[in-house]
T-cell receptor, first 113, second 111 residues
Framework: KAGVTQTPRYLIKTRGQQVTLSCSPI?????VSWYQQTPGQGLQFLFEYFSETQRNKGNFPGRFSGRQFSNSRSEMNVSTLELGDSALYLC????????????FGPGTRLLVL | TQLLEQSPQFLSIQEGENLTVYCNSSSVFSSLQWYRQEPGEGPVLLVTVVTGGEVKKLKRLTFQFGDARKDSSLHITAAQPGDTGLYLCFRSGSGTYKYIFGTGTRLKVLA
């Protein structure tokens, strides 16, 4: 099985712009979760989608949003970028069952200038 | 907040040494996972512990879940340079704190 893929791998944006990141889960997985990783805050949960519905949401402002398509692929969007949004954004997929193992992609590294 | 505190934060040791990483929480959790993340990659699952007092071994790595299910430890015997990476404990909860990662332990093993 192919692993979780994320595109793009690297991205440079300027303050005020918006960005869309993409995640393709492992085939058959219906749950996709997104995380933000920074040196100061570590790995923080953004949101989880299951069967096209947001199932859980972390403690992030409304500028961070996401969606999931019928083929389980997911996108996350960050609007009005701030310097502090510079981070590694990771997505993980799983079957969606309770405490099921999450499989992570390599991440998208976003730099906001 | 339901934090997972890890210690130490950083660890630099010589090849062949032993080390222990700790993961502590103020709340009880039903299970805990340990991940390792290498530069440029996402975290990879090492083990899941479920039962209080449980001990699991993965080659030179020994994982323990505290009796009260509030803490866990990871012990590496005879560390090797290939063990270098960021070690993260992780638990699943609910709502805003659906998925919580520990603060992380960055390990560097010198040849």
């Amino acid at each position: 099985k192919a692993g979780v893929t994320q595109t793009p791998r690297y991205l440079i944006k300027t303050r005020g712009q918006q960005v869309t990141l993409s995640c393709s889960p492992i085939s058959g997985h219906r749950s996709v979760s997104w995380y933000q990783q920074t040196p100061g805050q570590g790995l923080q949960f953004l949101f989880e989608y299951f069967s096209e519905t947001q199932r859980n949401k972390g403690n992030f402002p409304g500028r961070f949003s996401g969606r999931q398509f019928s083929n389980s692929r997911s996108e996350m969007n960050v609007s009005t970028l701030e310097l502090g949004d510079s981070a590694l954004y990771l997505c993980a997929s799983s079957s969606g069952s309770y405490q099921e193992t999450q499989y992570f992609g390599p991440g998208t590294r976003l730099l906001v200038l | 907040t339901q934090l997972l505190e890890q210690s130490p934060q950083f660890l630099s040791i010589q090849e062949g040494e032993n080390l222990t990483v700790y993961c502590n929480s103020s709340s009880v959790f039903s299970s805990l996972q340990w991940y390792r993340q290498e530069p440029g990659e996402g975290p990879v699952l090492l083990v899941t512990v479920v039962t209080g007092g449980e001990v699991k071994k993965l080659k030179r790595l020994t994982f323990q879940f505290g009796d009260a299910r509030k803490d866990s430890s990871l012990h590496i015997t005879a560390a090797q340079p290939g063990d270098t990476g960021l070690y993260l404990c992780f638990r699943s909860g609910s709502g805003t704190y659906k998925y919580i990662f520990g603060t992380g332990t960055r390990l560097k093993v010198l040849a």
